[in-house]
């Protein structure tokens, strides 16, 4: 029978990367001489990669944004972000004792992101996390991207896995809309990058913690959804 597979979002998720995030977001703005973005208002502009962070950003302050200049503006940010990585990015309290716990009981694990793969690749290379991941699936890695479903579908059959043995970790409504999708389930983290709490998006459960993510509610959440 084939092991069951966890996946996780990485920003907002596995990892507190809102400070680097931001940094580069700034820089992008600053380049384009526009007004910062504060602490307070970041996570608006989070969740779907730094295309729509910057297009959101710049929707924030009203300004037209041309396809070409976001494509500039775009190259601007992966620069400034890749050139720091991992910055003072850290994986969220618990993260590191709940990979341990599900790997003891024979899972795998993957990441499914919208961050670029080799970025993210980067990112939990530097963290000291890659080895535990079977699978690290970012915006380019398919020809399509989280919400569609095909993105962790795609992911966990990547990482050797099988959707209807599986369970997805995310922050934000793209991620409970995606693991919805696929018909697997979600569990929520509410600390993540979101402007609405993640109850609004009816996940399967929701924590604070990652501690509270036991070997025992994957379990009993895939065995509900068979």
Request: proline share 5%; net charge negative.
């Amino acid at each position: 029978m084939t092991a069951p597979i966890i996946v996780f979002d990485l920003d907002g998720t596995l990892v507190d990367t809102a400070p680097d995030l931001m940094a580069s977001l700034n820089h992008t703005l600053e380049t384009a001489r526009l007004d910062a973005v504060s602490e307070p208002s970041f996570r608006q502009f989070v969740g779907n990669g730094g295309r729509v962070m910057i297009e959101r950003a710049f929707a924030a302050q009203n300004k037209e944004l041309s396809t070409s200049e976001l494509d500039r503006l775009l190259k601007v940010f992966l620069e400034h972000y890749t050139a720091n990585i991992p910055g003072r990015s850290q994986p969220f309290p618990g993260v590191t004792g709940t990979i341990e716990r599900f790997e003891a009981e024979g899972y795998l694990l993957a990441i499914c992101t919208n961050k670029y793969e080799a970025n993210s690749l980067s990112l939990i290379e530097a963290l000291g996390l890659r080895r535990h991941f079977s699978a690290n699936c970012g915006q380019d890695t398919f020809p399509f991207r989280k919400p569609d479903p095909r993105h962790l579908t795609e992911t966990i059959l990547k990482a050797g896995g099988d959707p209807r043995n599986a369970i997805m970790v995310g922050d934000s409504r793209t991620d409970i809309d995606t693991a919805k999708a696929a018909g697997i389930p979600v569990i929520a983290v509410d600390f993540g990058y979101t402007d609405r709490h993640v109850r609004e998006f009816d996940p399967s459960v929701i924590v604070s913690h990652f501690d509270e993510i036991t070997v025992e509610m994957a379990r009993r959440l895939m065995e509900a959804a068979r």
